[in-house]
């Protein structure tokens, strides 16, 4: 079993910056694709970013590409979200999600196997 913890949420203006993190429990981080996905109010629930488990690999959703940089550090069973130019329709629960398997498009929320409770962005403008 994997846990996952979210933090560093919270209410920002448009244009200013936040780092999301997520802590994961277990031995085997190492070896997860990890994944960032959000949920506005009334809308599903959509990818956002994936890092593979070596952190070679990294992917984005257009929406946040150029803005967000998704990283990881194996030794502290972290993944992390940096958002810079924070706009308005970046309001969402953002959660991270971990992957077992390797290969496949890493986008779809059917492809993880642990979540975490996610964490509030709420960005004014």
Request: net charge positive; with cysteine; glycine share 12%.
């Amino acid at each position: 079993q994997v846990q996952l913890v979210e933090s560093g949420g919270g209410l920002v203006q448009a244009g200013e910056s936040l780092r999301l993190s997520c802590v994961a429990s277990g031995r085997t981080f190492s070896s997860l694709g990890m994944g960032w996905f959000r949920q506005a109010p009334g809308k599903e629930r959509e990818f956002v970013s994936f890092i593979s488990w070596s952190a070679g690999w990294t992917k984005y959703a257009d929406s946040v590409k150029g803005r967000f940089t998704v990283s990881r550090d194996n030794a502290k069973n972290t993944v992390n979200l940096q958002m810079n130019s924070l706009k308005p329709e970046d309001t969402a629960v953002y959660y991270c999600a971990a992957n077992r398997r390797r290969g496949g498009l890493n986008t779809d929320i059917r492809e993880y196997d642990y979540w975490g409770q996610g964490t509030q962005v709420t960005v004014s403008s």
